[in-house]
């Protein structure tokens, strides 16, 4: 039973890694990348879709994204979507296909990516907490139930305290790698 107890707070810790990891994807350093808009939702065939559902997504080169609609009718769509989103830059409807050219960062627009890193982290380190509080609620009741005994429900408290440490680590390890990419000219 209690290692049932570990093994799914491990799991949901690697979920609110993974997710952080994800959000992270989100913040551009300076290189254009696909993963900045392809969930983008846009209202297109009379519901919401993301963008890499009805465009292909290509970088042409570092600081550009190109879009190309397969469906022709929902370009408009797709450029007002874009614009919703708010990622920062203008999109520009060349015929058939939508580009997205990115500027040079300035420091200033470099510092606000970097706090918006740190704050991501930090979302992504409360998630593990709280995987942690469950996780040790969980234990302190198979203790209560008679389940496992006081021994095995300490042994329990410090695998998950290790495993939640484990996870910080990775999530600030990443964070610092990212701060490092956002900084770098």
Partial sequence: MSNATLTDAQ???????DHTLHEFSTIHTGKASPAMV???????????MPLKGC???????PR???IQPWDKGVLRAIEKALQMANIGVNPVVDGTLIRLPFPELSRERRQEFVKTAQRLA?????????????AMEATKKL??????SEDDEKRLEKDVQAATDKA????????????KDLLTV
């Fill in 11 to 17: 799991a949901r810790m690697k979920k609110a890694v």
């Fill in 38 to 48: 392809e969930s983008v939702m846009v209202e297109a065939y009379g519901s919401m």
């Fill in 55 to 61: 465009a292909a997504i290509t970088t042409p080169d």
């Fill in 64 to 66: 550009m994204i190109q």
């Fill in 122 to 134: 930090e979302e992504g380190r409360v998630a593990v907490r709280h995987v942690r509080r469950d």
């Fill in 143 to 148: 203790k209560k139930d008679g389940k496992i």
């Fill in 168 to 179: 910080i680590k990775d999530i600030d390890g990443h964070l610092a790698n990212k701060e």
